[in-house]
């Protein structure tokens, strides 16, 4: 038998590990997740905002914290002084795989019409 062919027998077995697990580490330590962590806090931001989720987007997820733009004062204040407890809450028990600690709005005057609301993908 040639020196290059391996066989199963060839490796200890507890060195083996599945594939999955291997490419699941290798795709969260190269930051392929990260927007799938957006996705996922978006997701659950619009189940938990409802209609007025129409009016925010999700500017950012940076060390722990989601930093949503609001298109109205009168929405960006009811959310950080009414309903920020309670939708972070929410976010922490709908999304599992990225810890957010903290919420941040920032009022946006305008936005574009082509974003609808979608997380930005050049994050």
């Known amino acids: 038998m040639s020196k290059w062919i391996l066989e199963a027998s060839d490796f200890e077995e507890e060195y083996a590990e599945p594939l999955g697990d291997v490419l699941r580490r290798w795709a969260r330590r190269s930051g392929l997740l990260r927007l799938t962590d957006r996705q996922r806090v978006w997701g ?22 989601a930093t949503f733009t609001v298109d109205s004062s009168a929405l960006l204040s009811e959310l950080n002084n009414f309903r920020k407890a309670d939708l972070l809450e929410g976010i922490r028990e709908d999304v599992k795989t990225y810890f957010v ?19 930005s993908e050049r994050k």
Do not use: C, M, Y
Not at 101 to 115: H, M, N, Q, Y
């Open 44 to 65: 659950a931001w619009h189940r938990l905002l409802g209609p007025d989720a129409a009016h925010t987007s999700l500017e950012g997820l940076k060390n722990h914290v």
């Open 101 to 119: 600690r903290d919420i941040r709005f920032r009022l946006v005057k305008s936005r574009s019409p082509a974003a609808g609301g979608r997380p």
